[in-house]
């Protein structure tokens, strides 16, 4: 069975620095991989996708994500931080199937921004 | 607006009393997925559909049932027999057929929290 980690429950950043969250995977194949953000008390918001083709994959807000094969990673960046970043971030990995997208979610990390 | 529609917001509950979320899309999807949220232990699949009249056991589907009688609506309920509910519940939907990414459209949660 897939599995994802992120090693980083909790992060404090101060605004205008660079950000990096972590997240690892186990997988026989390729996955799909995803990072969502979610402020509380809500939703989940899909920040980038990656499911081929180049592994710098560029998503909103600023963000970007880049797939390592080689270690099994697919780690979260942002080169300044904004206040508005402060939330929990959330790694996926999943794969196609007839039934549906089965996505398995990492146990988040918690962002802090300080001013 | 296209989106996902989860109701109510906040529930409260006594103990041995079932209780049933509501979830509405009117995206045209036709997968729909409940999810339970935990401090510290991200997102656990309940309960998934992709099509109506059928569905399918998640990760933790005990003390838990669905119905899925019309492609938009996925109601979840909460029955007597799980033994924690208190947490917070997101609903997902997702296409399967042509042009799938295997990413996950969020609601904006119901938390229940039993008294």
């Known amino acids: 069975a897939q599995s994802v980690t992120q090693p980083d429950i909790h992060i404090t950043v101060s605004e205008g620095a660079s950000l990096e969250l972590r997240c690892n995977y186990s997988y026989g194949a390729t996955p799909y991989l995803f990072w969502y953000v979610q402020s509380p008390g809500q939703g989940l918001q899909l920040l980038l996708k990656?499911?081929?083709?180049?592994?710098l994959v560029q998503g909103i807000k600023g963000f970007e994500a880049e797939f390592k094969r080689s270690q099994s990673s697919f780690n979260l960046r942002k080169p300044s931080v904004h206040w508005s970043d402060a939330a929990e971030y959330f790694c996926a990995v999943g794969f196609l199937t007839g039934g549906g997208n089965k996505l398995t979610f990492g146990t988040g990390t918690q962002l802090k921004v300080e001013l | 607006d296209g989106g996902i529609t989860q109701s109510p917001k906040y529930l409260f509950r006594k103990e041995g009393q079932n209780v049933t979320l509501s979830c509405e899309q009117n995206l045209n999807h036709d997968a729909m997925y409940w999810y339970r949220q935990d401090p510290g232990q991200g997102l656990r699949l309940i309960y998934y559909?992709?099509?109506?009249?059928?569905?399918q056991k998640g990760d933790i589907a005990e003390g838990y049932s669905v119905s899925r009688e019309k492609k938009e609506s996925f109601p979840l309920t909460v029955t007597s027999a799980q033994k924690n509910p208190t947490a917070f519940y997101l609903c997902?939907?997702?296409?399967?057929?042509?042009?799938?990414?295997?990413?996950?459209?969020f609601g904006e949660g119901s938390r229940l929290t039993v008294l």
């Open positions: 990656y499911f081929s083709g180049d592994t």
């Open positions: 559909s992709q099509i109506v009249n059928d569905f």
């Open positions: 997902a939907s997702s296409i399967i057929s042509r042009g799938n990414t295997g990413e996950l459209f």
